[in-house]
């Protein structure tokens, strides 16, 4: 499976952006997605899960109710709608994927599929 991150940028706090994960390759039904963040200094952090039909998703606490996570399977991409954005949300945003029990969903740890990180800067 191939991922290419797109629609990262600068916004202001309170603004909001759209991130897509285009998948390609050998895309299964049993194929769950997520995105991570990675801030200078700071260690690789959860931020979204999804599984590929979109009936299973979860979001990390720090963005649960801001961010939302959803599928378009005709088009085989992932996106992240980001709102309400806060100046602690600036990282390095990667999205990844894997089967169910492939790896750890809390750190990426083990997780097979990484896109290119796609840089979020929200200024204050």
């Known amino acids: 499976v191939q991922l290419q991150a797109s629609g990262g940028g600068l916004v202001q706090a309170g603004g909001s952006l759209r991130l897509s994960c285009a998948a390609s390759?050998?895309?299964?039904?049993?194929?769950?997605m997520a995105w991570f963040r990675q801030a200078p200094g700071k260690e690789r952090e959860f931020v979204a899960r999804?599984?590929?039909?979109?009936?299973?998703?979860r979001v990390a606490d720090s963005v649960k109710g801001r961010f939302t996570i959803s599928t378009d399977n005709a088009k085989n991409t992932m996106y992240l709608q980001m709102n309400s954005l806060k100046p602690e949300d600036s990282a390095t945003y990667y999205c990844?994927?894997?089967?169910?029990?492939?790896?750890?969903?809390?750190?990426?740890?083990?997780?097979?599929?990484w896109g290119k990180g796609t840089l979020v800067t929200v200024s204050s």
């Open positions: 990844a994927a894997d089967q169910f029990l492939g790896g750890s969903w809390n750190n990426g740890n083990g997780i097979d599929y």
């Open positions: 390759g050998r895309i299964s039904s049993n194929l769950y």
């Open positions: 999804i599984s590929w039909s979109g009936s299973n998703t």
